[in-house]
């Protein structure tokens, strides 16, 4: 993950969250609660709940704001881009990607896993979350640009 990126997305985090008490249930603009003066305090997103820390605040940004990336479309597409559309087996002809998949699918899912640690090392998707989630970086980018 680059941190210089999650560095901006958590300050975006901090402009679009308030500082909340929940001991006294109240928001505490200046950073300290005014009745109890604590500034043990979560982060609030109207609508949406609060939390301690700022994680949830950017998970729920790049949640709402983007489209997660289906490394899996992704690489089907690029199949197709490198390989004919047929395949002619025979006398019989197939799609090149579906006969792929289905006869030989343990070798699918290596060359996508391969797929997904080239895009991810030439740095064209980020994932914030171990690579449960993947976002392109252009569209992150552009969405810190549009936010700055």
Known sequence: MNSEIYKKLTEIAFKKSKPFCYHCYEV???GT????HSDDLM??????????STEWVVKHILE???EPVDLEEAFEQS???CYPETTIVGWCEFDTVTILKEQDPVSWQCALADYESAVSEEGNVISFDNGSNYYWAHDVDQFIEGES
């Open 64 to 66: 709402t704001a983007l």
């Open 28 to 30: 505490a603009p200046t």
């Open 79 to 81: 199949v197709r881009e």
């Open 43 to 52: 982060r609030l997103v109207d609508g949406v709940g609060c939390e301690y």
């Open 33 to 36: 609660c005014s009745k109890c």
